[in-house]
Every structure is written in C-alpha cells, then in structure tokens.
C-alpha cells in the first residue's frame, strides 16, 4: 500500500496559467480531503469530497478553484489564472469509508506549487 | 469560527527533558482532537488522537475541556521527536475537515 499519492510534487506556473493537482487517494478509501498551506501558516482546510460528490467546499476561493473525485482515478484540484498569491503547499488526505469524522486522514507528500 | 492555537512556534529542549508542545482551542461542541506530527523530508502523519487515549512513541495528550486545552507531553525527550507538531481539531459533525494549529517545530538537542 503505496498510501496518497500526489503529483506533481513541485509544479512551477507563471500568472494566468492553469495548475491541475493529482491526488490518489489510499486503496479502497473514499472519502478525499484537500488542504493548503501557505508559508509560515497551518494547513486550511479546503474541499471535501466523495466519490462523484462534493460535500463541503467552504474553504475553496469562490473563484479560479474547483475540485473533483470522479468515478475512475484520482481526485483533481484545478485552479485557473493563477496568481502568485497561489503559491503554496497543497496537501491531499483521505480517509476510508465511514462517517466522516473522527476518522484518520492519511496525508500525501503534498505538491509545492509556484507560480511565477 | 473554529481556532487552533499553538502558542509556541519554536520550542527546544535537550535530550532527557520534559517536553509540552501547547494546544488551545475554540469550540462550544464536543471536538475531536488530534496531534499530527512531520519529521523531516516525511509526509505528516497521525501522532495520537484524544478518542484512543493512547500513548504514542512515549507522547500523552489530555483534553482538558474546562481550559480548552490539549496540550502534547513526553517526560522524557528523544533527539528523534525533533520534528513539526501539528494540533487539530474535528468538529465532530458529519463532515470531516479537520482544523490545524500553525504548528510547533520541536528541536530536541543531544
């Protein structure tokens, strides 16, 4: 069991450019989780998402940013026009089937994302 | 809104001594609480969570709901618990987001 996978895990943009982030998330686990951390900060929550559903985005930017766990492979997180204020880490986590919370979330490396 | 608070962004002890990494945190409900931990060039991982009461790599956390606190101990420090420390918190709805503290780098020094 390879856990998440994230790629890329660094990815380089300039402004205006379309970055798309990869999460696999752990075997038989359903349930995916994003998160960003900007420098110096924690991680904040961003998305939560089922398989074809989303169930909680309130910490997506209303703009530019959109997520997605389709049927078949992994769990994407796009964000369009990128702007500088962008860069950051982002992780990805998931968790297995179940209610939710409470559960433990298996985190991936994270995709360091730069935009230039 | 929902805090995390880890007072401490750096915190250095030596090897042998007593080490308390501090959590806060603000919510009415009945949270769930976690230590998350990432040693270097590793992916962050669950340390402990309150619901097991479990002592983890030596590490005890106590919720402490009267202070709102769930503060991370270990009597005795190793060089290998030098990492960054996350504290977080689920609001244990049927949504699973998990709130964090900024974190607490750990240095452990021999």
């Known amino acids: 069991n390879a856990g998440v996978m994230q790629n890329p895990r660094h990815l380089v943009r300039r402004r205006g450019q379309e970055a798309r982030l990869r999460c696999s998330p752990v075997?038989?686990?359903?349930?995916v989780y994003w998160y960003r951390q900007l420098p110096e900060e924690g991680l904040k929550f961003m998305v939560y998402?089922?398989?074809?559903?989303?169930?909680?985005e309130s910490g997506m930017p209303k703009e530019r940013f959109s997520a997605e766990f389709p049927k078949e492979g992994p769990s994407i997180l796009r964000i369009q026009q990128v702007v500088r204020g962008d860069s950051a880490a982002y992780f990805c986590?998931?968790?297995?089937?179940?209610?939710?919370?409470?559960?433990?979330?298996?985190f991936g490396p994270g995709t360091r994302l730069t935009v230039l | 809104a929902q805090r995390v608070t880890q007072p401490e962004k750096l915190l250095s002890v030596f090897k042998g001594a007593p080490v308390e990494l501090k959590c806060n945190y603000s919510?009415?409900?009945?949270?769930?609480l976690f230590w998350y931990v990432q040693y270097s060039r590793q992916r962050l991982q669950l340390l402990l969570r309150?619901?097991s009461r479990e002592s983890i790599k030596g590490f005890t956390a106590d919720l402490n709901k009267g202070e709102t606190s769930f503060h991370l101990k270990k009597p005795f420090a190793q060089e290998e618990d030098s990492a960054m420390y996350y504290c977080?918190?689920?609001?244990?709805?049927?949504?699973?987001?998990?709130?964090f503290g900024r974190g607490t780098q750990l240095t452990v020094w021999p």
């Open positions: 309150h619901i």
């Open positions: 919510y009415s409900g009945s949270p769930e």
């Open positions: 986590a998931s968790s297995p089937p179940g209610q939710g919370y409470g559960d433990t979330q298996y």
């Open positions: 075997k038989g686990h359903s349930h």
């Open positions: 998402l089922q398989k074809e559903n989303i169930i909680d």
């Open positions: 977080a918190i689920d609001r244990g709805s049927t949504l699973g987001r998990l709130y």
